[in-house]
């Protein structure tokens, strides 16, 4: 607020002016010029509720300050940019894998208008969503055939609902995977219509169990890849290829969901091994499911792929009319598969995997750069060094810290064990509040920066420096 706009002779009184007094004032025409009256008066009319229930005298100067504090907290975007220093590469919490430049271009680009959607340009008639990916995820995996829905839980429930509803899905006991607390397999397989059948046990599962869990009521053969933790030591389980015989002897589809589903060899990245779609298919699977945005670096959806005609049938599931993703989502997918088409390029311009794979030194080199801006901004009580870390995948993909990293690591210095607890919260506290919030995490009594995912610490630095250096 400016001088120009103060706004009564006296600045403390006993009692507010009116609602309708209130919004005459400069400050607030000034503010419903910007951001529309109905904001500006649902401000007012809480702010002199919040006011009532205080006894204290009334003072312009405050009140106009606070219903322009929450104008603008309210019309700030709620979404927004943060830098992920977690060291989570594919974090869920933090919207995984970050999108190629071209796949941002191509959502814009048919974002701001019509488009082919669903429409032939050939033919002149109507077309199918799934056109502009659908031969893309066949080149890319050997799929004969393929759909795409908004995310892999929904790639799961109609793949379920579609080929196995009101029958049985033999499942290993092994794989009944929870996978972030909300999306269980048993459940899914209920909301789908279908009845589990669990066989072998937790550590093992045997062909046989297979053979003798199939019967009149299956529907289904189904896998799922323990992405998020593994069970080891005296351990069992059917291959893929061995599944697909026992499935197809009963003439029963084989359903594999694969969470991340690589398009590469993750080895020739020097990660760790994944099992590919291509892979996969290959052991004679009939249908995968996968996610858009874990491995692949994409946009979020769920790719089916698989046999012609169970994909055919899978289309026509109302279920997939609910589930569909958009033309943004679709053109984003496109873009991505089509950087797979040259795998010399790929691992480069698709960021989940240029970040998944950025060695060491290069990491360190980003983290030594962030010591100085990062001490003065922090202030004396901080010791700050550059420390080997371990960086996660994420997403479910194996959960062991496996990618060799370098973190900032500040660590307060001086009082007890609880005083530098609180000081770590407030520390953490201040970075979630710059302009572009800073996500690290705390370990080890200390706040840890892990620079994989800061390819270009300019940013970052520039807004320590406008930040000051003291709290
Ligand atoms: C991640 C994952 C899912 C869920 O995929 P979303 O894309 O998050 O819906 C399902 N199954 C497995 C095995 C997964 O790893």
């Not at 698989?306 to 026509?316: E, H, P, Q, S």
């Amino acid at each position: 607020m400016t001088s120009s706009e103060s706004i009564s002779t006296e600045d403390v009184r006993l009692r507010p002016p009116s609602v309708d007094q209130l919004l005459a004032w400069p400050v607030m025409a000034r503010l419903s010029a910007i951001h529309g009256r109905p904001l500006v008066l649902e401000a007012v009319r809480n702010l002199l509720a919040q006011w009532r229930e205080q006894a204290e005298p009334f003072n312009d100067t405050d009140f106009a300050a606070d219903v322009e504090q929450s104008v603008l907290s309210t019309v700030s975007p709620s979404q927004r940019r943060v830098f992920n220093l977690t060291g989570t590469v594919l974090h869920t919490n933090l919207g995984r894998a970050p999108l190629p430049q071209e796949a941002i271009e191509a959502m814009v680009a048919v974002a701001s208008g019509a488009s082919n959607l669903e429409f032939d340009l050939e033919k002149g008639k109507r077309g199918d969503r799934d056109d502009h990916v659908e031969d893309w995820v066949c080149r890319l995996t050997g799929a004969e055939a393929a759909t795409v829905v908004n995310n892999n839980v929904a790639a799961v429930l109609l793949v379920l609902n579609t080929l196995a509803r009101r029958k049985e899905v033999v499942v290993s006991r092994g794989e009944l995977i929870e996978i972030g607390g909300a999306f269980r397999l048993p459940d899914i397989m209920a909301r789908a219509g279908c009845k589990l059948h669990e066989v072998g046990t937790t550590n093992r599962t045997h062909p046989r169990d297979f053979e003798e869990g199939i019967s009149s009521r299956t529907g289904l053969l189904m896998k799922a890849h323990t992405s998020n933790y593994r069970i080891e030591g005296f351990t069992a389980e059917v291959a893929e290829a061995d599944l697909a015989t026992i499935a197809h002897t009963h003439q029963i589809p084989l359903a594999v969901d694969l969470g991340s589903g690589s398009l590469l060899d993750m080895t020739t990245l020097g990660l760790p091994a994944e099992p590919t779609v291509r892979g996969t298919l290959e052991q004679g699977v009939d249908v995968v499911t996968f996610s858009g945005d874990k491995l692949l670096g994409g946009p979020q959806a769920g790719i089916i792929a698989g046999r012609r005609d169970l994909i055919a049938k899978i289309r026509k599931n109302p279920l997939k009319r609910a589930l569909r993703c958009d033309k943004q989502t679709l053109a984003a997918l496109e873009a991505v598969l089509r950087l797979y088409g040259n795998p010399d390029i790929v691992a480069q311009r698709v960021p989940a995997l240029r970040l998944l794979s950025r060695p060491e030194p290069a990491i360190r080199q980003t983290a030594d750069t962030l010591i100085g801006p990062l001490s003065r901004w922090a202030g004396q009580d901080w010791h700050l060094d550059v420390t080997e870390v371990r960086s996660q995948i994420g997403s479910g993909s194996l959960p062991l810290d496996l990618l060799p990293s370098a973190a900032v690591r500040l660590t307060p210095q001086g009082g007890n064990k609880r005083h530098r607890g609180r000081q770590l919260k407030a520390l953490s506290s201040r970075l979630r509040q710059l302009p572009i919030p800073v996500i690290g995490r705390i370990a080890d009594e200390a706040l840890l920066l892990d620079c994989r995912c800061l390819e270009d610490a300019g940013p970052l630095v520039a807004q320590l420096e406008a930040g000051g250096s003291e709290p």
